[in-house]
């Protein structure tokens, strides 16, 4: 697949886009849409070694915004009440912890 780097760059791009707007909903979007693309045969080691300008900026994106989760996580209702795992096969599975307080 030509291209896959670019895809995965552009995905990662719009997942940065939906941090900085508290936007959980088009983040999900983005993750899922990089785990089909992922999850579909393709030659992702070839193009990497192709454009490794665009590797680099992935990586340092893929960092840059799992630093911004982290901090969404931990200080934003919105993104701590639609956290959702992700399987290998791009599934999503909710973790539902129930909690209850009690306060006398």
Same mark, same amino acid.
């Given at each position: 697949?030509?291209?896959? #780097?670019? *895809?995965? $760059?552009?995905? *990662?791009?719009? +997942? +940065? !886009?939906? $941090? =900085? *707007?508290?936007?959980? &909903?088009?983040?999900?979007?983005?993750?899922? %849409?990089?785990?089909?693309?992922?999850?579909? &045969?393709?030659?992702? *080691?070839?193009?990497?070694? !192709?454009? &490794?300008?665009?590797?680099?900026?992935?990586?340092?994106?893929?960092?840059?915004? !799992?630093?911004?989760?982290?901090?969404?996580?931990?200080?934003? %209702? #919105?993104?701590?009440?639609? =956290?959702?795992?992700?399987?290998?096969?791009? +599934? =999503?599975?909710?973790?539902?912890? %129930?909690?209850?307080?009690?306060?006398?």
């Amino acid at each position: 697949m030509d291209g896959i #780097v670019q *895809e995965l $760059l552009r995905l *990662e791009s719009a +997942k +940065k !886009t939906a $941090l =900085i *707007e508290g936007n959980a &909903p088009a983040y999900d979007e983005s993750v899922r %849409a990089q785990l089909h693309l992922l999850d579909a &045969p393709n030659h992702l *080691e070839s193009a990497a070694r !192709t454009s &490794p300008e665009d590797l680099a900026a992935l990586a340092s994106l893929l960092r840059f915004n !799992t630093s911004l989760f982290l901090n969404l996580v931990s200080t934003s %209702a #919105v993104f701590a009440h639609n =956290i959702t795992g992700y399987s290998a096969g791009g +599934k =999503i599975e909710a973790r539902i912890e %129930a909690r209850i307080a009690v306060e006398a």
